[in-house]
C-alpha cells in the first residue's frame, strides 16, 4: 500500500494571535480560524496540531499543546533551558 492511500489529514482549523493574518488564512486555505489557542486546543476532533511559532513561543505553545493532550509536529527545535523541560 503506498503513503498516498494511508494518508487521511486535512487542515481543520488554524490558531494566530494576529486576527488581520488568521482571517486571511482562514479564506485561503477553507479552515476555521481560532484567536483564542485554549479554545482551539478544546476542538475534539484535532488529533495533531502542528506548532509554527516564534521561537520566544514555542515553549508555551507546545506546553499548552501537551497539557491538552493534543500531539504535535513542532516546525523549530524546542531549545529551553534544561530546568524547564525537567
Same mark, same amino acid.
Given at each position: 500500500?503506498?503513503?498516498?492511500?494511508?494518508?487521511?489529514?486535512?487542515?481543520?482549523?488554524?490558531?494566530?494571535?494576529?486576527?488581520?493574518?488568521?482571517?486571511?488564512?482562514?479564506?485561503?486555505?477553507?479552515?476555521?480560524?481560532? /484567536?483564542? *489557542?485554549?479554545?482551539? %486546543?478544546? !476542538?475534539?476532533? &484535532?488529533?495533531?496540531?502542528?506548532?509554527?511559532?516564534?521561537?520566544?513561543?514555542?515553549?508555551?505553545?507546545?506546553?499548552?499543546?501537551?497539557?491538552?493532550?493534543? /500531539?504535535? *509536529?513542532?516546525?523549530? %527545535?524546542? !531549545?529551553?533551558? &534544561?530546568?524547564?523541560?525537567?
Amino acid at each position: 500500500m503506498g503513503c498516498e492511500a494511508s494518508i487521511d489529514v486535512r487542515l481543520a482549523s488554524i490558531y494566530d494571535e494576529n486576527p488581520e493574518r488568521g482571517f486571511e488564512k482562514e479564506k485561503e486555505v477553507n479552515a476555521k480560524y481560532f /484567536d483564542d *489557542l485554549e479554545i482551539f %486546543l478544546e !476542538q475534539d476532533d &484535532l488529533d495533531t496540531v502542528v506548532i509554527c511559532s516564534m521561537n520566544c513561543k514555542l515553549y508555551a505553545h507546545a506546553t499548552t499543546a501537551v497539557e491538552g493532550g493534543k /500531539d504535535m *509536529l513542532l516546525r523549530n %527545535l524546542l !531549545q529551553q533551558e &534544561l530546568r524547564m523541560a525537567e
